[in-house]
């Protein structure tokens, strides 16, 4: 397995693809029209910083994690920090190869209100099949984002350069926010098919008993089960249900903490522990928490 290659600033990013000198230290904007892009199969990458790239061609092979990215022709693809890309396939240049790549380091936004909401932004998060197809016209207007950032590097700083940066930064991420909500719309089918199968992976963790042995299930087994990311089965299933990933895996454990209430004379630690949970009173807090009432209230109630 070949060593990943660390990418620590902005500088070494322009390095790594021959492209110079930066214009500013913490975000760096390339052509990649411009970059002969031969990257050797096998190659792992790792960014210390957030990374948005638009590609008009397909690239076959490329890992997020473990899984393959779904890359393809008029895709973005946008990347959190500490994240380690691999290249399964050689990358060679074409005539025809353009796009752009936007990578900003975190100390960019440190201390501004966009460093605040920054983890909002959970597309960063996405692994798995799921970069974001654009239409032409999405294409134009991440584009006129990518330009004003670009036309402002190129202007010689001063106090309003951080300013006008970021804000036209925080444009561009909230534009990817909402074709990121329309992609779910648009995969209205699929995505039905998936809170389907999240719902039967419940019934059917509870049904066999096995909670007790291994613990709750979590929001990263269900994400496995079904190929996609955590954050992105979290929003999937926000946009389609109105409930994410966790309150889903709790309204399973309650309906089914409430039968074993009513059919079972077992107390409430044994009740938790066969759910389990580690600690009864947790137990006990969530149950009010989504009923209103203690397992030993709703057993007398009813």
């Known amino acids: 397995m070949k060593p990943i290659i660390n990418l620590n600033s902005i500088s070494d990013i322009n390095k790594f693809v021959q492209q110079g000198a930066v214009n500013h230290p913490l975000i760096a904007i390339i052509d990649f029209s411009k970059v002969d892009e031969y990257v050797e199969e096998g190659t792992r990458i790792c960014c210390d910083f957030y990374s948005i790239m638009f590609k008009n061609y397909c690239i076959n092979g490329l890992k997020y994690g473990r899984q393959n990215y779904d890359f393809q022709e008029g895709s973005l693809i946008c990347i959190a920090p500490k994240q380690v890309l691999t290249m399964d396939t050689e990358i060679e240049k074409r005539d ?19 460093g605040t909401k920054i983890k909002e932004y959970s597309f960063f998060s996405y692994e798995t099949s799921e970069a974001l197809h654009l239409s032409e016209k999405e294409k134009q207007i991440l584009y006129d984002c990518v330009i004003k950032i670009q036309n402002e590097l190129l202007e010689n700083i001063d106090s309003h350069s951080q300013n006008l940066i970021v804000s036209n930064l925080e444009v561009l991420l909230n534009y990817c926010s909402r074709y990121y909500g329309r992609q779910f719309i648009t995969r209205k ?14 019934k059917e963790y509870f049904d066999s008993k096995i909670e007790n042995k291994t613990g709750l299930p979590t929001v990263k087994y269900l994400a496995e089960e079904v190929h996609l990311s955590p954050n992105y089965l979290t929003d999937l299933l926000k946009k389609e249900t109105g409930m994410n990933a966790q309150d889903h895996i709790h309204y399973f454990l309650i309906e089914e903490a ?29 149950f009010k928490l989504k009923t209103g009432h203690t397992p030993k209230e709703y057993r007398n109630l009813n």
């Open 96 to 114: 025809d190869m353009m796009g752009w790549g936007l990578f900003f380091h975190p100390d960019l936004v440190r201390n501004t209100s966009l």
């Open 258 to 286: 409430k039968n074993i209430l009513l059919s079972t004379n077992n107390s409430v630690g044994e009740i938790a522990y066969n759910l389990g949970f580690e600690y009864p009173q947790y137990f006990s807090k969530l």
């Open 189 to 202: 089918s699929t995505n039905k098919d998936i809170v389907t199968k999240i719902e039967s992976l419940l």
